[in-house]
């Protein structure tokens, strides 16, 4: 019973966020574009909560949903005029990309389909803050301290990096 | 020894000097370099002969052969390499003397003769150049070596006889001596590379065992080398660049085209002696029939030449060619028993030289003061010129061969060597040297004698016939007049050398007798021919002149346009060369080789029109290409798999 | 009978296709920024997926989508940064248009 309740959700879940993607990358106003994609990103940060990954989900949406999107609309918004043309590529090309991206989809799917996943070990108790914080700072193997550090120093330089590029001379 | 280096280092250092900074030197200083470096030069050719002969005989009784310097350049298989190096033995240290000589009467000539020309600087870089290569081909220790600075030559010929480019007949007639002698050169080196694959080395000393290996191959190798040679030596049928060659500036006539560069065959065949006369005797005979049958040809021919320099310049040919029938009717190695030839073509290329370098010098000192080559603005000009008119007639009576005049000497040996081998050669060549005699004196009474062109010019102006003043010819000035004196000089004793004391055949010591039989009929021959010339020419057209010109109308055009033998060629190549082979050549190259490679380029070109506009720049389509790609490498691989 | 992991990647390759169609048809910068961000969004969502079936003992593909969420948030500002750089020189974001790179 639990199972049903949970595939409906997921149906639910995906549905919402294939259309809202659909709707993304169709969208002739770039404002929606950016907003559909929210709704994509919260949808992402549900999957989170179902696999019982809630520190996953809820960092997807206060760096994502809070912090990238409003980067987009504050960039949409600056950019203002410039951001209305959207979708005046040429038919062939649509096509084109339509089909390409058509076969691939195919293609993965087919291979998703024709491989057996383990999946025996799925547990929902989650995972507890004590065991993320060890794995982030731990110097042990499968801990990752080094791409920790790494990382700050890379957002680091993207915000220098950032303003540098983005200020007025 | 090791100093004789610098004979060949200056010459190529004054060539570079001058080539690469002389257009921004005075005359002056490029004359004076160019003179000075060759003054030493001559010094040290005169120093390695003085050493070398003075070091005298080994215990064989003849000269050693020397090789201060030689360097392995090219290695091949086994024996076979290109090496460079300089080798002194009699004939090439005798031709040291020749052309340091010749060519240091030509330099200091120059500065008078060139005064002023357009180009000075140039010339006397080229004369560098030249002196360069033929000194490096004298001592060159092997046939290859010789071969480059034999083409070398070919090329600084080429460039002085085009000196004055600007004049059509010039470039014409450079062009034919480059495409003749090149021709011939073709032969030379197919001849080296099968005397290089037979006997294993380029080496002008090959061992015995070698030699009977390649004994069968010999002949022909050597019959090429020949042919090589007779380009260079303008012998019968390749003569004829050597008449137009007169083109270029008359000291480079003196030079290349009279004293050194047109012996080059002669030396060649006169290195190759021993191989000759060891292995291919016929050959030698061959050489010996060609070259008599030219030295009559250039005789006839010079004798109704209106140009002087064309007249000098068929003497030379002929002249050439005694030294090749000297050469040829050798019978063996033993100057005693059937080798005198080899010593006397020697002697005859060092008199001939001397005596033409001065015939044609004093030409250029003629036509520098006349303004013309031709006979009919010359005559009555020995009260002009004294000092030209004296050295030119002992010149002439040097050719001519009357006693004690050198080229008596070395031209008696020939016919001595040319009666040894048959009398009827000796017969032959004897009536050549008489018209030798016959149209030089024509040449010089002409010039010298007869009614003077400037007076009756002049007295044409004051019966005012005549709108301008004649030029009055004047003699010509110092350092012209030297080279003239010197040579001069040089040609009347070089005859009392004992020439067989350093050069003979085998190398042993031959002392020159005359054989009082050969002697007092040339000198007879010769007095008559000069009677003959004397009394046709002296007073301009006399009777028996008119009687002969009306009578042998025919044959003295023929001879005068040099018997059609020009046009033969030019026949020979344009009508049947050209259309027989070159054309349909032309066509396949252009039709089949270029057409198919042309299709190629042309359908690759469609093809890039057609795949261009994937290279658009836009990222877009360059992804949706590479997605599709990588889609098809998994779709290979699920296949595969 | 959790759901089955299939599912999941589907899901993620289905937006992960949309994205790189709308990566292959849209003109202008920001909107193939979004594009950009819905691939990065299906991969995190594999990563996790994997990490909760596979590999449960570690947190390798947890700590990936955790990663990958902060570089996808400097990548953002940055291109976003370039973006506006290149809108106040060229006063345009239409990428026909944008052809001084080109050459």
Redo the contacts between chains.
Sequence with gaps: ME?TT??II?GIL?LL??AA??A???SSK?MR??TY?LF??FG?AG??F????TF?GA??IT??AG??VV??V???L??GK??V?????SKL??L???A??????S???Y???STS???G????AG?SME??GN??MGTDK?N?VL??EV?SI??LA??V???L??R?K | MQFCIFILILPLLSFLILGLCGSKMPHKLAGTIGTVSLSVVTILAYTVAVIYFGGGRGDEGTFPTLIPYDYTWLPFAGTLSIDMGILLDPISVMMLIVISTVSLMVHIYSLGYMKGERGFQRYYAFLSLFTFSMLGLVVATNIFQMYLFWELVGVSSYLLIGFYYTSPKAIAASKKAFIVTRFADLFFLIGILIYGYYTKTFSFSVNETMLMAASSMLPLSLGLMFVGGAGKSAMFPLHIWLPDAMEGPTPVSALIHAATMVVAGVYLVARLFPLFIGYAPDVLHIIAYVGAFTALYAAVVACVQTDIKRVLAFSTISQIAFMMVALGVCTSSNPHDGGLGYMASMFHLFTHAMFKGLLFLGAGAIIHAVHSNEKSNMGGLRKYMPITHITFLIACLAIAGIPPFSGFFSKDEILAACYNFSTTMGVFMSIIAAITAFYMFRLYNLIFWGKSHYEEELAAYNAREREEKPHKPHEAPFVMTLPLIILAVISSIAGFIPFGEFISSNGESYSIHLQPAVAIASITLAVASIAIATIMYRKGDSKITIYINTHLKGFIKAAYNRFYIDELWLFITKKIIFNGISRPIAWFDRNVIDGSLDKIASMTQKLSNHVRPMQSGNIQSYNIWFLSGALLLILILIYLA | MTIPSEYYLILSAILFFIGIFGFFTRRNLISLLISTELMFNAVDINFAVFNAYSHTDYLEGYIFTLFGIGIAAAETAVAIAIIINVYRNMHTIHIKKLRELKH
């Design positions: 199972e949970n595939i997921f995906s966020m294939v993607a659909v993304a990358v169709i770039i574009a950016a994609l994509v990103l992402t999957i989170y179902s696999l019982f990954y996953l960092a997807q760096v994502y912090g990238i980067l987009f504050f960039a949409i600056l950019i410039g951001s043309d959207i979708t005046h590529t090309r649509y084109a990309g339509l390409t991206s058509a076969a691939g989809l293609l993965t799917i291979l998703i389909r996943f383990v999946t070990k799925f547990s929902s995972v065991k993320l794995t982030i499968y990752f791409t920790f990382l890379l957002l993207c915000m990096g950032a303003i590029i983005a007025k």
